[in-house]
């Protein structure tokens, strides 16, 4: 077999961050040839291609419809269209959490809902559609005229706003990161907490602490939950999933928590881990295409 991939990357970052560096060669491997190309891009031919990788997409949170039209324009896109309709919109947590999935208590504030009871701990106001840590602010109970300005921030920008209680274990353990290919387990990186740090120069995301990590058998059995729920959701198969990358935290009774799955342009930690996972997710690749 041989054939061509496309990954779809963005205008700030053509060629993404430099994390899947060692992919393209695993897939060359394996008979494909695989080059960038922008996704707002009108002078690339995105339907000419064997399969278009959702890759470094990491300024669709402001211009998500026009995002989402051409995503569906994309006749073999990875991951599909419809997960990344389902998946840029975090009120799927509470959909997940509303399917049994342990997921950090999650409230959905839409426009003109009117200020909430705010949580009795530290808490996390951050927009549904989002990325890259924007936009995303910590607050206390004492400081709710905070919490007011920056709800009211979102709402005027036409958000709906997530309110989580904030986990204190990502200041001391960070978030696990367990990546999937094709459904099947991968391997898992570690990230410190974001809050408080810098922008990247590209603007677009939090510069971000990663390691390599090993999770508990806890975290690795949750999940399996979160991708086994999320594909009954979708009515899909897991192994129809070419990545996914599930951020857990520890909650404060210390089991695993649902903080957020990335299905649309995660990055999927590759420097963080051993060389074979490029040659995992080449092997999905194909596996989509057979
Ligand atoms: N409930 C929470 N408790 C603790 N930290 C949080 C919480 N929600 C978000 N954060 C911090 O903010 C970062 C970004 O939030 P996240 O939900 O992952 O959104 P996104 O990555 O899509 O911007 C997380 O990586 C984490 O460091
Ligand atoms: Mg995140």
Not at 230 to 255: F, K, M, Q, S
Request: overall charge negative; aromatic content about 8%; glycine content about 8%.
């Amino acid at each position: 077999m041989t054939g061509s991939a496309i990954f779809a990357s963005c205008s700030g970052v053509p060629e993404g961050d430099g994390d899947e560096h060692a992919v393209p060669e695993a897939l060359a491997d394996l008979g494909f040839k695989t080059r960038w190309a922008v996704w707002d891009d009108a002078t690339v031919d995105f339907g000419a291609a064997d399969i278009v990788v959702l890759r470094a997409t990491w300024d669709y949170a402001e211009r998500r419809d026009e995002f989402l039209s051409w995503a569906e324009s994309v006749p073999a896109l990875s991951n599909s269209a419809e997960v990344a309709r389902w998946n840029t919109d975090k009120s799927y947590l509470a959909e997940l959490g509303d399917a049994g999935v342990a997921v950090v208590p999650t409230t959905l504030i839409a426009p003109g809902d009117g200020t909430p009871r705010w949580p009795k701990g530290d808490f996390v106001l951050k927009p549904a559609i989002g990325a890259g840590s924007r936009g995303v602010g910590k607050f206390s109970p004492e400081g709710a005229e905070y919490a007011a300005s920056h709800l009211k921030s979102l709402h005027d920008a036409d958000h709906t706003v997530v309110m989580q209680p904030y986990q204190s274990s990502v200041d001391t353990d960070g978030e696990l990161a367990l990546v999937f290919f094709g459904g099947v387990y991968s391997h898992a990186f570690s990230k410190a907490a974001m809050l408080g740090r810098e922008l990247d120069e590209s603007g677009l995301w939090v510069t971000e602490k990663l390691g390599s990590a090993q999770p508990p058998a806890a975290f690795r059995a949750l999940a399996e939950d979160v991708l086994d729920a999320t594909a009954a959701l979708l009515g899909i198969l897991r192994a129809e999933l070419l990545y996914a990358r599930v951020d857990l935290v520890a909650g404060p009774d210390g089991r695993p928590l649902l903080l957020e799955l990335e299905l649309v342009e995660p990055s999927l930690g590759f420097r963080q881990t051993d060389a074979a996972a490029a040659w995992r997710f080449a092997s999905a690749v194909r596996q989509q295409l057979s």
